[in-house]
């Protein structure tokens, strides 16, 4: 039975990635969810689920309301990510829920003069997140608007 605990592995993590870190309401029982997806995809869909170019997700329609059976439709990952990003629903920034810094934490760093290890260390995160910050890699829906003004000073 190694192959259903695998299965059952991927819906408790669904489910949890769902509630904890999306805050979003997973309405689907284990024999729900293992259901919709043989509809979907046939008896071969564990293989052919997954969230990398060419895989199956489970997407909200518009990414709004809850994991339900009535709110769903199976679409491929990449699909997945433009419709994400056109309904402005990415988990960026401090909507992301594994987040450690706030809108305000990253303005700060981005406009400090202080040294990237004291602010890795001030914040709880890396030197390279520190880097990236101030670079605009990373936050850039954040520090794009003061890119400008940090440039004049």
């Known amino acids: 039975m190694p192959y259903k605990d695998k299965i059952f592995d991927a819906f408790r993590r669904q489910r949890r990635d769902a509630i904890r ?8 029982t284990f024999e729900e969810w293992v259901n919709w997806w043989e509809d ?4 071969q869909w564990f293989k052919r689920r997954g969230q990398k170019r060419g895989q199956y997700v489970m ?12 709110n769903v439709e199976c679409k491929l990952a990449e ?3 433009s419709d994400r990003a056109k ?4 988990a960026k920034g401090s909507v992301h829920g594994r987040t450690k810094l706030t809108d305000q934490d990253v303005i700060s760093i981005f406009i400090s003069d202080d040294p990237q290890t004291l602010l890795a260390a ?4 890396s030197v390279s997140a520190i880097h990236r910050i101030r ?11 003061l890119s400008i003004s940090v440039a004049r000073r």
């Not at 870190?21 to 689907?28: A, D, M």
């Open 135 to 145: 670079r605009g890699r990373y936050w850039s829906h954040i520090t794009g608007p």
């Open 40 to 43: 979907h995809l046939g008896s």
């Open 122 to 125: 001030r914040y709880g995160v």
């Open 59 to 70: 997407a909200r329609f518009g990414d709004k309301g809850p994991y339900a059976s009535w």
């Open 21 to 28: 870190l999306k805050r979003i309401e997973f309405l689907f």
């Open 87 to 90: 309904n402005g629903s990415s």
């Open 79 to 81: 699909d997945n990510c």
